[in-house]
Nanobody
Framework: QVHVAESGGGPVQAGGSLRLSCAAS????????VGWFRQAPGKEREFVGA????????YYTDAVKGRFTFSRNIASNTVYLQMNNLEPEDTAVYSC??????????????WGPGTQVTVSS
C-alpha cells in the first residue's frame, strides 16, 4: 500500500557527496524497515543497508560503512541516504523498498523506480 520514490541522484566527482531521498506516499513508514539497494551495470542488485522507521536503528554493509548514513524525517515521511567520500565503485542505480518489522530480506516490497548515481574518477 505504501509507495516510494527516490530522488537526489546525479553525477559527482570521486570524493564528493550526495544526499538521496526516499519519500513515501499513500501511507507512512510506520512499522516498516526501509532498505536501500543499488545495482551497477551487468551486476546483481546489492543490499546497501536499512533503517527502522520507528526507532531509527540502522544497519550498513561493509562496503559503505563509515561513508553512508541513513536518517529520517517523520513530518515529511522521508528517509535520507547521505553519501560521503564517494568512489567510482559506488556508481549504480539506487533504490529503496520496505518490509515489515521482524520479516526477512526476501520480504522487501514496494520498490521505487530508482535514481542514478554516477561517480567519476
Amino acid at each position: 500500500q505504501v509507495h516510494v520514490a527516490e530522488s537526489g541522484g546525479g553525477p559527482v566527482q570521486a570524493g564528493g557527496s550526495l544526499r538521496l531521498s526516499c519519500a513515501a506516499s499513500g501511507r507512512t513508514f510506520t512499522n516498516y524497515v526501509v532498505g536501500w539497494f543499488r545495482q551497477a551495470p551487468g551486476k546483481e542488485r546489492e543490499f546497501v543497508g536499512a533503517i527502522s522507521w520507528n526507532d531509527g536503528n540502522t544497519y550498513y554493509t561493509d562496503a559503505v560503512k563509515g561513508r553512508f548514513t541513513f536518517s529520517r524525517n517523520i513530518a515529511s515521511n522521508t528517509v535520507y541516504l547521505q553519501m560521503n567520500n564517494l568512489e567510482p565503485e559506488d556508481t549504480a542505480v539506487y533504490s529503496c523498498a520496505v518490509k515489515p518489522r521482524g520479516s526477512g530480506r526476501a520480504d522487501y516490497r514496494s520498490w521505487g523506480p530508482g535514481t542514478q548515481v554516477t561517480v567519476s574518477s
